[in-house]
């Protein structure tokens, strides 16, 4: 089964952090991919959400704006896509992902058929 | 530039959605099919390549937090909004604008959100 992994924190701290601190966390991500191998099958790192954009459609008219749908204390920073055997398994796999530890990993399974 | 379409829908969907009998939930994905139809073949005549999940019930979410070393586990969804996250689109666009001509022409963008996310490029 594939199970999508959401990376949430404070993207406040990350903005903040320096080079050093990004490199070691980078380094961190990269060591996650690795142990993780063929379970890992898709992910991104995410802009801030000060470049998001929020679209809805009411009576057919299309509304726009700036900013994530819904302002949250700590935010969606990025994700993975993981191949596991169970949601389980997935939640072992995300106690592993360094964002779980300064915010958290939310595990949720996906529909059997691919959307796309 | 690629970016993240984060498909939002409404709380009190997903929770009449619970109440359908397979039947009636049937009917009505049968009923909205057209319209993700369309948007996928609006995709392929712009050249958008896509990848994307749909997710299963937001109920069924775990939240994982480590402190102090433990993994603490507990029912999700991890933020309580009004609508949450059912599916993703990972879209290669143009720009921001065709990315929101695409996020107005899927389905949920009616009765939630589309929220865009542009990737940090490695």
Redesign the interface.
């Given at each position: 089964m594939?199970v999508?992994a959401?990376i949430?924190g404070d993207e406040k701290t990350w903005e903040g952090a320096g080079d050093d601190e990004r490199k070691a966390v980078y380094g961190r991500y990269r060591a996650f991919g690795e142990s993780a191998g063929e379970k890992v099958v898709?992910g991104?790192?995410?802009?801030s959400?000060s470049?998001?954009?929020?679209?809805?459609?009411?009576d057919g008219e299309?509304i726009?704006t700036d900013g994530?749908?819904?302002e949250?204390k700590?935010q969606?920073g990025g994700?993975y896509?993981l191949e596991c055997g169970s949601?389980d398994e997935a939640?072992e796999l995300?106690?592993q992902?360094p964002g779980?530890?300064r915010?958290?990993?939310?595990?949720?399974?996906?529909?059997e058929?691919?959307?796309? | 530039m690629k970016y993240l379409l984060l498909l939002n829908n409404d709380v009190e969907q997903w929770r009449a959605w619970r109440n359908l009998s397979q039947e009636e939930a049937g009917r009505l994905r049968a009923e909205e099919m057209p319209r993700w139809t369309a948007a996928m073949s609006w995709m392929s005549e712009q050249g958008i390549e896509a990848t994307g999940l749909e997710l299963e019930d937001p109920a069924d979410a775990r939240v994982v937090q480590v402190r102090d070393g433990e993994a603490i586990v507990t029912d999700g969804p991890f933020a309580e909004t009004k609508e949450v996250l059912g599916g993703y689109f990972l879209a290669e666009c143009k720009d921001l604008d065709q990315a929101i001509e695409l996020a107005q022409r899927i389905p949920l963008a009616d009765k939630g959100s589309v929220e865009i996310r542009p990737l940090v490029e490695q």
């Open positions: 594939k999508m959401l949430y898709g991104a790192e995410l802009a959400t470049a998001a954009t929020t679209v809805r459609v009411r299309t726009v994530p749908f819904a949250t700590e969606l994700f896509v949601l939640v995300a106690a992902i779980a530890e915010g958290a990993v939310e595990v949720r399974a996906a529909h058929e691919e959307a796309s | -």
